[in-house]
Structures are given as C-alpha cells and as structure tokens.
C-alpha cells in the first residue's frame, strides 16, 4: 500500500518557521519528481512547491519564492519542506504528491499541475498567526 504522509505542521506567529516532512512508503519515489500543494479555507489547493526526480532542479510559487525551500532525501524516501519568514497567508492544509510516471519516463519539470501527480498524503495544518 503507497503511503505518503506529512508531518510537522502546526501553529507558529508570523515571521517564524516550519520545517515539513513528507514520508513515503510502499514505493520507491526516489526517481519521481514530488510536489508540495496546499489549501486554505475556502480556497482551491494550490501550487507550493516541486523537485525534479534529480533533485536538481526546484521550483516556486511567486508567494513562497524566496522563504520557503524544498529539498529530498532519496535514500529515506523523503521530502522536505522548510519553511522561514511565516506569514498569516500561508495558513493552510499542506500536502506533498509524488508524480504520476518516473522522471525518466515524464522528464517534464516543473510539475505545477495536481493532475501532474498521482499519490497524495492526508495533508497537515499549518496556522501563521498574526
């Protein structure tokens, strides 16, 4: 059974930081690019963040550029997501995906789609207060 489940999330004041993890299990996505998206309420889930299968190439939303860095850990099947300078607008469910095809077969980057990716984890809050 493929699991990818997020951790890390919670309340923090604006202008601090988070760091989230994203484990994946029963399946290798080391040669997958995987993806960061959240939602907040009331709102569609939205494009945060995506790493290339390769971790060389990354890529960010226009509101995250610069504050939040997202990073992997092929041989623990983990991503990551740090995130610094907090703000209230960043409150929102955060949900890491992994992509639907291997990088060699889909080397297409950056995967800012939902329907780039496949498996999704259960999501973890994150509140920004102000």
């Known amino acids: 059974q493929v699991q990818l489940v997020e951790s890390g999330g919670g309340l923090v004041q604006a202008g601090g930081s988070l760091r989230l993890s994203c484990a994946a299990s029963?399946?290798?996505?080391?040669?997958?690019?995987m993806g960061w998206f959240r939602q907040a309420p009331g709102k569609e889930r939205e494009f945060v963040a995506a790493i290339s299968w390769t971790s060389s190439d990354t890529y960010y939303a226009d509101s995250v550029k610069g504050r939040f860095t997202i990073s992997r850990d092929s041989a623990k099947n983990t991503v990551y997501l740090q995130m610094n300078s907090l703000k209230p607008e960043d409150t929102a469910i955060y949900y890491c995906a992994a992509a639907s095809l291997p990088g060699w077969h889909d080397p297409r980057f950056p995967k800012k789609r939902e329907n780039d990716y496949s498996y999704w984890g259960q999501g973890t809050q994150v509140t920004v207060s102000s």
């Open positions: 029963g399946h290798s996505f080391s040669t997958y690019a």
